[in-house]
């Protein structure tokens, strides 16, 4: 099994954390909030306010769940358009009242049922792009295993993008690249080395700015430690006068040729 897709099966493993273990083991105080106000609440999609240390933050994470039960109810952490619309609602009222965002990104991709697409599943992850470009407050999204396509990039234009070490970001899962290159699914490994879609070749193309180690996965040191991390990037960013601007250029300059110098 090849380097890149041994590192999808990873970020599909069922025993890795999931959104709301992460939100359970570094905030403190947390309150779900529920509902886009327009259709329906989405639990694919958990969010609300809780403390970092102390300070109030919106928490947004997408949910796999870990039994089979808790996945038919996440389903599968497919996000519906009023999962994306939730999102962004408890995005704007951080705006409004001034605190950071932070999101855990962990989806194959957005749900393409016909129900989904009738409401406006692709203006919905456009809207979060649009918003999350002015969001007047910092952004942190850590991807914590599968970044599918517009399913993860619709809570993931952030200030800051980190990835766990055996996550993935891609346009499209190695099963979906291999069917529509060589109409044959089983080339999924080739597909995803073509792909660069680890860790690493994020970073090198100035995708993600940080690499988090998995030692310790699952355990109090390993959520102590993000939770260290999280509080002085938020603290960093919360004291920064161009936060708009600098989002701008970062996305601007996401695969160019002085980043990929940069990395190297």
Not at 14 to 21: A, Q, Y
Not at 64 to 83: I, M
Not at 207 to 233: A, N, P
Request: net charge neutral; aromatic share 8%.
């Amino acid at each position: 099994m090849s380097g890149a897709y041994s590192r999808v099966r990873q970020a599909r493993d069922n025993g890795r954390p999931t959104g709301l273990d992460y939100i359970k083991n570094i905030f403190d105080g947390f309150i779900e909030l529920h509902g886009d106000r327009r259709y329906a609440d989405d639990p694919a999609i958990v969010g609300g306010i809780a403390t970092l240390n102390g300070n109030p933050v919106t928490v947004i994470a997408i949910e796999k769940g870990h039994t089979a039960k808790e996945r038919t109810y996440r389903n599968f952490g497919a996000p519906h358009p009023e999962g994306y619309r939730k999102a962004l609602r408890l995005m704007k009222q951080a705006e409004k009242f001034g605190r950071p965002v932070i999101c855990f990104v962990d989806t194959s991709g957005a749900y393409c049922g016909v129900g989904a697409e009738e409401r406006g599943q692709g203006q919905a992850i456009a809207e979060n792009l649009l918003e999350m470009s002015t969001l007047c407050v910092p952004i942190v999204s850590v991807l914590i295993g599968e970044g599918g396509s517009g399913g993860a990039l619709a809570l993931a234009l952030a200030d800051r993008v980190w990835m766990l070490q055996n996550a993935v970001y891609s346009v499209i899962s190695p099963e979906g690249c291999a069917s529509i290159l060589w109409k044959d699914s089983s080339k999924a490994e080739t597909a995803a080395e073509s792909l660069k879609l680890t860790a690493e070749d994020a970073k090198s193309f100035g995708v993600v700015e940080r690499i988090l180690s998995e030692k310790e996965i699952g355990k109090k040191e390993f959520y102590h430690r993000i939770r260290t991390l999280l509080t002085e990037e938020i603290g960093e960013l919360a004291n920064d006068l161009d936060l708009i601007g600098k989002r701008y250029e970062r996305f601007r300059r996401i695969g160019t040729e002085t980043v990929i110098k940069e990395s190297v």
